[in-house]
């Protein structure tokens, strides 16, 4: 329970770097040339990287691959939603509820014995 914890707290973080690596220029350097906004964005993943790749180990521990993936999803929807509201400003439509639901139909069917 220990490792699940801890691989779901750092997949969290890991999920906020690598949102703003790859969305965050949209709006903080639209003004850029695309070759910064590669440069910034890969020195943001690579603190994304610090983080995922330890708590993907420790998820490992206690989670199949399958079930990996799917809590990963279900972390980048999660960050995904506020930061596109909140962040970037875009409306916050019905389509992120479905999507939500879809999700957690995949967590039930993964993680079904």
């Known amino acids: 329970?220990?490792?699940?914890?801890?691989?779901?707290?750092?997949?969290?973080?890991?999920?906020?770097?690598m949102t703003f690596a790859w969305y965050g220029h949209l709006r903080n350097q639209a003004d850029k040339s695309w070759i910064w906004a590669v440069?910034?964005?890969w020195g943001i993943a690579f603190f994304?990287?610090?983080i995922q790749v330890p708590a993907n180990r420790f998820?490992?521990?206690t989670?199949?691959?399958?079930?990996?993936?799917?809590?990963q999803e279900v972390i980048t929807l999660l960050v995904f939603v506020p930061f596109s509201f909140i962040f970037m400003k875009e409306p916050l439509k019905l389509n992120y509820l479905w999507a939500g639901l879809c999700m957690m139909?995949?967590?039930?069917?993964v993680f079904k014995g």
């Open 59 to 61: 998820g490992y521990q």
């Open 48 to 50: 994304e990287y610090l």
């Open 39 to 41: 440069f910034v964005s």
């Open 105 to 109: 139909g995949a967590v039930y069917f």
């Open 63 to 71: 989670l199949t691959l399958g079930q990996l993936k799917i809590t």
């Open 1 to 17: 329970m220990k490792s699940t914890v801890l691989f779901i707290s750092m997949l969290t973080m890991s999920n906020v770097f």
